[in-house]
């Protein structure tokens, strides 16, 4: 069974760091895309960024261009996302996603996306 597992959430002060990791297992998810989305309270989910299975070409939302680093490590089934100077308004539910197609992630807020993760908060106080 398909598996996607996120760590690395949690409180941290604005313009601080922090590195969610996304586990994956129960299928070979080096042809994947890996994307990251997230959801804020009262607010729809939104796309933050996704990397292709060559880690070649990447995608970012506008909100975190040049702010995250989405990275993925294949021997170890493992996706990172780098978010730096983070804003109060980055503060949401963050889920790890996979899926075959990058048009997925980048599309209808990840409806048609295949795999998910269970999600790790991340709160910036300001």
């Known amino acids: 069974q398909a598996q996607l597992v996120e760590s690395g959430g949690g409180l941290v002060q604005a313009g601080g760091s922090l590195r969610l990791s996304c586990a994956a297992s129960g299928r070979t998810f080096s042809a994947y895309v890996m994307g990251w989305f997230r959801q804020a309270p009262g607010k729809e989910r939104e796309f933050v960024a996704a990397?292709?299975?060559?880690?070649?070409?990447?995608q970012y939302a506008d909100a975190v261009k040049d702010r995250f680093i989405i990275s993925r490590d294949n021997a170890k089934s493992t996706v990172f996302l780098q978010m730096n100077s983070l804003k109060p308004e980055d503060t949401a539910v963050y889920y790890c996603?996979?899926?075959?197609?990058?048009?997925?992630?980048?599309?209808?807020?990840?409806?048609?996306?295949?795999?998910w993760g269970q999600g790790t908060l991340v709160t910036v106080s300001s």
């Open positions: 990397i292709h299975w060559s880690g070649g070409t990447t």
């Open positions: 996603a996979a899926d075959r197609y990058m048009v997925s992630m980048t599309s209808r807020s990840g409806s048609n996306v295949e795999v």
